[in-house]
């Protein structure tokens, strides 16, 4: 849990702030970094303002996800891991969101998009830039 609350303080885990921690529980460092390191959900650098995440699961990837995160990728010259020059969006490609019935499913930060196609990409990004 002392991982979650960090991720959710910092947004992500830093270098830093991974030692602190086990400073302050005694677990060494490298038993932390198996864990955030293991885990997809824990990341250990800055994500954008903004993340696009992507569904990859079963229903998802037949019903066109690869083909959102390509659009993705052309539109925003980012792709998985990977965060936009400006700071505002990171690209995620995720296992099931829990969505399938909305396949092709991406979320961006809480919002949820489904039924996508990748004409709908452009458009999606436009309604977070500059906010």
Do not use: W
């Not at 824990?42 to 903004?50: A, C, E």
């Not at 196609?117 to 999606?124: E, R, S, T």
Request: aromatic residues 10%.
């Amino acid at each position: 849990m002392i991982l979650h609350k960090t991720q959710e303080f910092f947004g992500y885990i830093s270098r830093e702030a991974a030692g602190r921690l086990a400073q302050l529980t005694g677990i060494p460092l490298a038993r932390i970094y198996g864990v955030i390191t293991f885990y997809h959900f824990f990341k250990t650098t800055k994500p954008g303002k903004f993340t696009i995440s992507v569904c990859m699961g079963t229903a998802c990837y037949l019903k066109g996800g690869q083909d959102l995160l390509d659009e993705i990728r052309k539109s925003l010259s980012v792709g998985p891991g990977e965060v936009t020059e400006d700071g505002q969006f990171s690209v995620d490609a995720v296992r099931c969101i829990g969505c399938c019935g909305l396949a092709p499913v991406l979320t961006v930060g809480k919002d949820t998009h489904g039924k996508l196609q990748k004409d709908k990409i452009p458009g999606i990004i436009s309604q977070y830039q500059n906010k």
